[in-house]
């Protein structure tokens, strides 16, 4: 039986497993002078204990599936807005890329009329960049054409 | 006495001066928007206005540059309350029961708590100042490694009381934090730790885009895709003051959480970060419901908004007194005086005494001019709460990709904002709590650099930590408290089993 | 008709060729600073950048591009296109910062010669600086004291492999000494920790001890420099004591990606001149109590080299730490 439990437990005994071994490279230096590989070590210990801990009293955790994740499929709709948002950010420029991102949420995702979406996100896009760039002086990255 | 009411009334005169007041006037406006914008953070604003105030005298700047920092305080609390996103670091605490009190229709209170609890402890800090900043520099002068290492062991132990649950599952977020907080170039011996060659991960992951994409975006995530979106919520007038319960359940917290902010403003390092923490822990712990701590607890909001106030004022005690910078902000702030010729040191108070009495007189006046700016907002900023979800929540994205950008101008924080995101996301649908997440990744290079600066120092020996006073009482005091949770822990379960016999002797009477 | 058409286009191209030849520069310029706001970089690269728009005629904005001890704004601009538009104020930790990667096997961040050297601004000798309750008067003290307790003496910096750290290096091999080193994470910190009495000594810039030494918190011993710092007349360099490799500067020089094309190279050290002549440039820096020293094209480039020399020796010889 999956619980929420045992399956947060398991996952953080395995971090801890992958800091470990990333750590092999790391001196790991002595009880009087610890060198940079003590402490990620030490923590990686602890937490495979405690992940471990977790995961073995986490019977009586409620089932991962009656969690409910309905909300999840519009979740990972917005992580790859995100994602996009980044690899936009200094390619196309802000504006643009924040244009295209809350246009794409707006019209699409929240199925708003396409005029009013569009109004919208111009107007956050360009006003935010106002405040910003140029009030606040905060450099943000400029596109094709300086937009 | 005397001589402190001169001078106090020498600094008036500067700091009533119309330019000043101007000048006082415009940091604490920039200072509430830095503040109310997620991500963007009292340093980045005042790293980006400090060119502008090369051309204005020196008391004019560092008036305007300290209405930045402290006013950044007040405006935090805002979007931590009404959208959970953590304004800046100091406002992670106010997210969880701000937040909460605003989905009980409590967010006026919650703003005007906030905003009240920042003024009173804004200005008792100041008059600490005043008053105490001579003596109290050297004391904080005497903090070094060891002490910090004591310090923030404490602050360790402190996670223990910030979420309810179980504790198991908290101090696993915690050593979770802990080793992200490990990312980056260590201090002490020059090797790059799991930042697999990107640059920009040399000075770890940050705590801004950690806190904002915990906090802020996961928040979206968890929400955006609900068949049932948030209720708009209609607040009238009426509502936006808190009651008279409220009021009384937030006096004792706002004392507490001035004091504590103070003295841990005070010691030099960035560990004014951890006063709204170290507030929220202590309300805990005080409360005699703490059950209502992340469900909409007075004390969780009144208790750390005040500590991160009055840690600023703190802040500005090593500054002033000895010209010595207490962490990155009073560093840029100590540059903006050299800029202008004025040579900060511990002569400063006595060769430059128009600015030292005037910078302080125009703090009480910025904190009056905050209160002014702050509670006639709450008016206006509920009104966001009318705003529906589904166009709501783009705009949050964009504050947050923003704010997070703002700070150093790389997209490699945004990257760790959202892959925070997804995983506060996660770990919520998973029931382990986030915030000591974000304590533990503060406080671990912290700690691991304050230990290993104090074997340095002591050649490997640890009898340094107990041989000096400051640190032995801190860790002499840590362990008497482990020591009696321990003991209580045990006695609980003792009378558990006590009182089983008891019971089922009841149920056959 | 065809032979005007041709001529005129002709003209056109031989024109806008020219133009764009001292049409140089024609947008504005980035000044990249990888330091944080308020720190020595940060601060001296203002008033160039506000003399050398007046050259120029162009805006030169300052960018501060900060991480990684300074590898972020540098590869930034290691990495940007050399037209002139992105340039680099680097402070002497842009020579250590490739060889500490290659001492731990790492591949460099960027590496020097992918910098072209426009101008250095300024040359701070370091200091160094003890409290004023300490036993020793003079260096010749301290180093003898350093002598006969090997390893006991501490001194804090602003990191490991940093500015402040490699002088200290210069000074322990060239002395035949050994001192017990505490990094910190900054200057700042570093300053706090000896205030504070927690380390015996700091190898500082002047700018920051200089108000703690007139207030009698601090003592300064001896200076790294090649002349005795202007403003502390009595206090004796490290050369004239007898230790000639002990030489260090915290300094500022201004470089450009390499490739960026030689005319504009030349316009760019040219403005450099211009600027660092300017009297507001000048009242800026006095006010930092930052001597101004300049040097360009071949004198910069010895200047530069032989400094990176130095450095890259004290680096190696420190290796690293732990595997002693």
């Not at chain 2, 003596?135 to 490694?145: D, E």
């Not at chain 3, 370091?126 to 300490?134: G, K, Q, Y």
Request: aromatic share 8%.
């Amino acid at each position: 039986m999956l619980t929420t439990e045992r399956l947060g437990g398991s996952a953080l005994c395995l971090l801890a497993l992958f800091v470990m071994w990333e750590s092999r490279r790391l001196p790991l230096g002595t009880w009087h002078n610890p060198g940079p590989g003590y402490f990620p070590v030490l923590l990686a210990v602890v937490l495979l204990a405690l992940g471990g801990l977790v995961a073995f009293m986490g019977g009586r955790a409620p089932r991962v599936a009656d969690v409910g994740w309905g909300e999840a499929g519009q979740a990972l709709v917005i992580l790859g807005v995100c994602a996009f948002i980044c690899f936009g950010l200094e390619r196309l420029g802000y504006r643009l890329t924040m244009l295209g991102a809350l246009l794409f949420l707006v019209w699409l995702v929240e199925r708003r009329r396409l005029v009013a979406a569009l109004g919208f996100a111009a107007a956050l896009a360009f006003g935010s960049f106002y405040l910003f760039d140029t009030l606040l002086r905060v450099p943000l990255p400029r596109g094709p054409f300086n937009i | 006495m005397v001589e402190t009411l001169q001078n106090l009334g020498l600094g008036f005169s500067v700091a009533l001066q119309p330019a000043v007041l101007l000048y006082a006037f415009v940091g604490c406006v920039v200072g509430t928007l830095v503040g109310v914008l997620p991500g963007v953070g009292p340093l980045a604003g005042i790293s980006l206005l400090l060119p502008a105030t090369f051309g204005l005298t020196a008391t004019n700047a560092i008036v305007m540059l300290a209405g930045i920092y402290y006013g950044a305080m007040y405006g935090g609390s805002t979007t931590s309350i009404l959208m959970r996103i953590p304004g800046e670091a100091a406002s992670v605490m106010t997210c969880i029961d701000g937040y909460a009190m605003a989905r009980k229709g409590r967010a006026g209170a919650a703003l005007a708590i906030a905003a009240i609890g920042s003024f009173i402890a804004g200005t008792v800090s100041v008059v600490a100042l005043m008053l105490l900043a001579p003596p109290l520099a050297g004391f904080a002068l005497r903090f070094g490694p060891p002490e910090y290492f004591a310090l923030l062991l404490l602050g360790l132990l402190v996670l223990a009381y910030m979420s309810g649950g179980s504790m198991v599952k908290s101090l696993a977020m915690a050593v979770l934090g802990l080793l992200l907080g490990m990312i980056g170039i260590d201090q002490m011996s020059g090797y790059f730790r799991f930042a697999y060659g990107v640059v920009e991960l040399g000075d770890g992951l940050g705590v801004v885009p950690i806190a904002v994409g915990l906090f802020g975006i996961a928040e979206v995530l968890a929400t955006a895709g609900q068949e049932v979106p948030p209720q708009v919520l209609k607040p009238k007038l009426r509502e936006l003051l808190p009651s008279r319960r409220e009021w009384r359940e937030s006096v004792m917290p706002i004392g507490r959480g001035t004091v504590l902010g103070f003295l841990i403003g005070i010691i030099p390092g960035s560990a004014h970060i951890i006063s709204s923490f170290v507030s929220y822990a202590v309300e805990r712990r005080l409360s005699r419901h703490p059950e209502e701590f992340g469900q909409g607890a007075v004390a969780g909001v009144a208790g750390p908004e005040s500590a991160n106030n009055s840690a600023t004022s703190g802040a500005f005690v090593p500054m002033l007194a000895l010209g010595v910078p207490s962490g990155p902000i009073p560093a840029v702030m100590l540059a903006a005086l050299m800029v202008h010729g004025v040579s900060p040191g511990p002569l400063l108070i006595k060769e430059q005494p128009a600015l030292f009495w005037g910078f302080i007189a125009s703090m009480y006046v910025g904190n009056l001019m905050l209160l002014a700016l702050n509670l006639p907002m709450v008016g206006i900023f509920v009104n966001v709460l009318r705003v529906p979800y589904s166009l709501l929540y783009p705009a949050i994205i964009m504050f947050c990709v923003v704010g997070v950008y703002a700070v150093n101008g790389s997209v490699v924080d945004v990257w760790i904002a959202i892959v925070m995101g997804a995983l506060g996301y996660v770990l919520r649908k998973l029931g382990f709590e986030t915030a000591p997440i974000v304590l533990g990744a503060i406080l671990a290079p912290m700690i691991e650099l304050a230990l290993r600066q104090s074997l340095a120092m002591s050649d490997g020996q640890y009898m340094i930590f107990v041989s000096r006073p400051i640190s032995g009482t801190l860790l002499a005091f840590g362990a008497a408290l482990v020591l009696l949770n321990l003991v209580s822990w045990l006695g609980r379960g003792l009378d558990w089993r006590r009182r089983i016999p008891l019971d089922e002797k009841g149920e056959n009477l | 008709m065809k032979r005007l058409a041709l001529t005129g286009l002709l003209a056109l191209t031989v024109a806008s060729s020219a133009a764009a030849q001292d049409a140089y520069p024609s947008r504005p310029i980035s000044l990249v600073v990888p330091f944080p706001p308020g720190g020595v970089a940060d601060l001296t690269a203002r008033p160039v950048a506000t003399a050398m728009e007046k050259v120029l005629k162009q805006p030169v904005g300052v960018v501060n591009k900060t991480g990684a001890a300074g590898a972020v704004g540098m590869q930034f601009v290691a990495t940007s296109k050399p037209d002139g538009y992105t340039l680099l104020l680097a402070l002497s930790s842009i020579s250590i910062i490739p060889e500490a990667d290659k001492l731990f096997g790492r591949p460099p961040a960027f590496t020097v010669d992918q910098f072209a050297p426009v101008a250095l601004i300024s040359a701070d000798p370091t200091i160094l600086v003890v409290r004023a309750e300490s036993p020793w008067k003079t260096a010749k003290e301290f180093i003898e004291d350093a002598k006969k307790r090997p390893g006991q003496i501490s001194y804090s910096s602003s990191g490991i492999y940093g500015t402040l750290h490699m002088a200290m290096e210069l000074l322990s091999s060239a002395a035949g000494i050994k001192l017990r080193h505490v990094p910190y994470a900054g200057a700042g910190p570093a300053l706090t920790a000896l205030l504070g009495g927690h380390v015996d000594a700091l190898a500082s810039g002047p700018a920051v001890v200089l108000p703690q030494i007139k207030a009698g918190k601090l003592r300064a011993l001896a200076a790294w420099g090649d002349k005795r710092v202007a403003a502390l007349p009595e206090v004796p360099t490290f050369k004239e004591l007898g230790y000639p490799e002990a030489e260090f500067y915290i300094w500022a020089g201004l470089f450009a990606p390499r490739g960026t094309p030689e005319p504009v190279l030349a316009k760019l050290r040219e403005a450099a001149r211009v600027a660092v002549g300017d009297p507001e440039f000048k009242t800026a820096m006095d006010k930092l109590e930052t001597p101004v020293t300049f040097k360009q094209g071949a004198e910069f480039q010895k200047f530069f080299d032989a400094d990176a020399q130095r450095l890259a020796e004290g680096v190696r010889k420190v290796g690293r730490i732990e595997q002693k």
